[in-house]
């Protein structure tokens, strides 16, 4: 299994303004998610982090909103950049341990950001 | 990527056996079917995985037909605790693989 530490737990941001999400886990993985979840609704995939090399993101994610950063195989950022409401929603770290034997994947306790 | 549908809310009461389905048509031949759970202000959770046939944990127990098109979620006696969205997904194990999420079934079970 994996522990994921996910920080901060929330916060409370004026828009315009950057948040830097931090997510440590506690065994080394190649690959680690990041996903949006908006109130009530399913988790968004943003981008996959790789370590050593550039982030991969989805279709509607751009890594000037959205910079990563993978400096080794346990630690990953992600900033949400220049923030507006639209940006207020729950944000999510989530791993897949290859030593599991099902692959499931771990997720971190989540950020709730609210942007005012 | 197969996509996946389940009934978007349940009921059940404490005590009970509640079964979750969900369709997945396009199912590929090394696709798994997995079964999360998430509370609010939570991270979704592994609950059980299976290929076919059924699997059975200490949780809950997956049934998979020969033809893999769908799969249904038996959790064994609910209780108050249990009430949670549960999202099923399909996707390949490897190094690519993403998970695509749908809207999951929101169980709620009341006294």
């Known amino acids: 299994s994996a522990v994921i530490s996910q920080k901060p737990s929330r916060d409370i941001c004026q828009r315009g303004t950057s948040l830097t999400i931090q997510c440590q886990v506690d065994s080394q993985v190649t690959m680690m998610f990041w996903y949006r979840q908006q109130p009530g609704q399913s988790l968004t995939l943003i981008a996959t982090?790789?370590?050593?090399?550039?982030?991969?993101?989805e279709s509607g994610f751009v890594i000037d909103k959205f910079p990563i950063s993978r400096p080794n195989l346990t630690f990953s950022t992600l900033t949400v950049s220049n923030m507006s409401p639209e940006d207020s929603s729950i944000y999510l770290c989530?791993?897949?341990?290859?030593?599991?034997?099902?692959?499931?994947?771990?997720f971190g306790q989540g950020t709730r950001l609210t942007v005012v | 990527l197969a996509k996946t549908t389940q009934p978007i809310s349940m009921d059940s009461y404490e005590g009970q056996e509640v079964n979750i389905t969900c369709s997945h048509n396009n199912i590929a031949t090394n696709d798994y079917i997995t079964w999360y759970q998430q509370f609010p202000s939570q991270g979704p959770r592994f609950i059980i995985q299976?290929?076919?046939?059924?699997v059975t944990n200490e949780v809950a127990s997956l049934f998979i037909p020969a033809d893999r098109k769908s799969s249904t979620l038996s959790l064994p006696r609910v209780s108050l605790s249990d009430t949670a969205v549960y999202y099923c997904l399909v996707a390949a194990a490897g190094n690519n693989r993403k998970l695509i999420w749908g809207l999951g079934t929101s169980l709620a079970v009341n006294p």
């Open positions: 989530s791993v897949e341990d290859p030593g599991s034997p099902t692959l499931e994947a771990f």
């Open positions: 982090a790789n370590q050593g090399s550039e982030a991969t993101y």
């Open positions: 299976g290929y076919k046939t059924k």
